[in-house]
């Protein structure tokens, strides 16, 4: 097995744990398999392509991607690019919504303060679990694997606030 294959396995092993822990409250969106179903109270459709309807609010999503939807009515789309490389993720809270670029840029700043050699584009956020309404957990890794850096690497709460994610 090669070292990429090994990467994509083990991307793919861990968002289907995420998936175990949050059953029912999820549903991964593929390219070319379109769907229609009720999540937490919530009515989704993806055409299977790019068109993902939430509770009749209707969103542009890139596949493949993880939609998790909690009970509050809130969601997030986790997404990979396919090959289990960087995982980044976009919360909506009705119709408000945020993505994770100020989340990368302080995981970036704790990690160029603790010596880390690391590119905010390099840093892949897997969804975890919701731990209330407007927060969740999310674990981090440095996905150039040039070096260890222990701030990234880990677990993280975010909590939407302002109209953006922070990490807590």
Request: aromatic fraction near 8%.
């Amino acid at each position: 097995m090669s070292y990429r294959q090994v990467i994509a396995w083990l991307a793919l092993a861990s968002c289907q744990m995420a998936c175990a822990r949050t059953e029912g409250t999820s549903v991964s969106l593929d390219l070319g398999h379109p769907f229609a179903k009720q999540i937490m109270s919530q009515t989704v459709a993806f055409d299977g392509r790019d068109e993902l309807t939430v509770g009749g609010q209707i969103v542009r999503a890139r596949t493949p991607a993880i939609l998790y939807v909690n009970r509050g009515g809130h969601w997030l789309l986790n997404y990979g690019d396919g090959s289990g490389q960087v995982y980044s993720l976009d919360f909506h809270a009705g119709p408000s919504s945020a993505g994770d670029s100020h989340v990368r840029r302080q995981l970036f700043r704790k990690a160029q303060a603790a010596g880390c050699n690391v590119k905010p584009d390099e840093i892949s956020l897997l969804f975890e679990a919701w731990t209330d309404e407007d927060a969740f957990i999310v674990s981090s890794e440095n996905w150039s694997r040039r070096e260890e850096c222990p701030v990234i690497g880990g677990k993280h709460r975010l909590r939407y606030q302002g109209g953006q994610l922070e990490l807590e």
